[in-house]
């Protein structure tokens, strides 16, 4: 059975950082991309970032270039995403997500609530 | 910025059909963009319906199809259940970025 478990979020002032992490298991974690996505109170789903199988290509949607990067640990079946320079308007659910190779989505996790506010 | 549109909301009758639809501000739809469909209700995570246009995750309903519609993609239900009312997002590759749609938010009533 294939499970996404986030953990890492919180509450955090304006400017500060966060650091979310998804633990996955039930697939083989190596072979697929991974993507994270979000969603503010109320609001639709924003896909944040993606990275491939071997971590070398990443991507992000245009208002976190720069402050979020996406990583992870293959040996740790662990997906990561480093968020600095936060904002008010980062606050949101975040959703761990396994794709089907490169691009379709397919399992969801249930998400981390990250809260940005002084 | 590139817009993906869906309608923002739709009524449909229990047991009736109706489509959604996914379209793109940089031009018509394609498989190329492998439109991916998610259903979420409230308090809920999203769950993947469709993937690749037309393919349903083994967990989709029947009464659950993905097309091309013109210069759109398309979900469409057939049979309508009361427990379909949910939130149905799109989702667009565009060779590296994903965008999703706004929603459309189904009502069955």
């Known amino acids: 059975e294939v499970q996404l478990l986030e953990s890492g979020g919180g509450l955090v002032q304006p400017g500060g950082s966060l650091r979310l992490s998804c633990a996955a298991s039930?697939?083989?974690?190596?072979?697929?991309?991974m993507s994270w996505v979000r969603q503010a109170p109320g609001k639709g789903l924003e896909w944040v970032s993606v990275?491939?199988?071997?971590?070398?290509?990443?991507y992000y949607t245009d208002s976190v270039k720069g402050r979020f990067t996406i990583s992870r640990d293959n040996s740790k079946n662990t997906l990561y995403l480093q968020m600095n320079s936060l904002r008010v308007e980062d606050t949101a659910v975040y959703y761990c997500?396994?794709?089907?190779?490169?691009?379709?989505?397919?399992?969801w996790g249930q998400g981390t609530l990250v809260t940005v506010s002084s | 910025q590139t817009v993906v549109t869906q309608e923002p909301s739709l009524t449909v009758s229990p047991g009736g059909t109706v489509t959604l639809t996914c379209a793109s501000s940089?031009?018509?739809?394609?498989?190329?963009?492998?439109p991916n469909w998610f259903q979420q209700k409230p308090g809920q995570a999203p769950r993947s319906l469709i993937y690749?246009?037309?393919n349903k995750q083994s967990w989709t309903p029947a009464r659950f199809s993905g097309s091309l519609l013109g210069d759109k993609a398309a979900l469409t239900l057939s049979g309508v259940q009361p427990e379909d009312e949910a939130e149905y997002y799109c989702?667009?590759?565009?060779?590296?970025?994903?965008?999703f749609g706004g929603g459309t938010k189904l009502t069955v009533l």
């Open positions: 997500v396994k794709t089907m190779g490169v691009i379709d989505f397919d399992y």
């Open positions: 039930g697939f083989t974690f190596n072979g697929f991309a």
């Open positions: 990275i491939y199988s071997g971590g070398s290509s990443t």
């Open positions: 940089t031009g018509a739809v394609t498989s190329g963009y492998y």
């Open positions: 690749s246009t037309s």
């Open positions: 989702l667009l590759y565009y060779g590296g970025a994903r965008v």
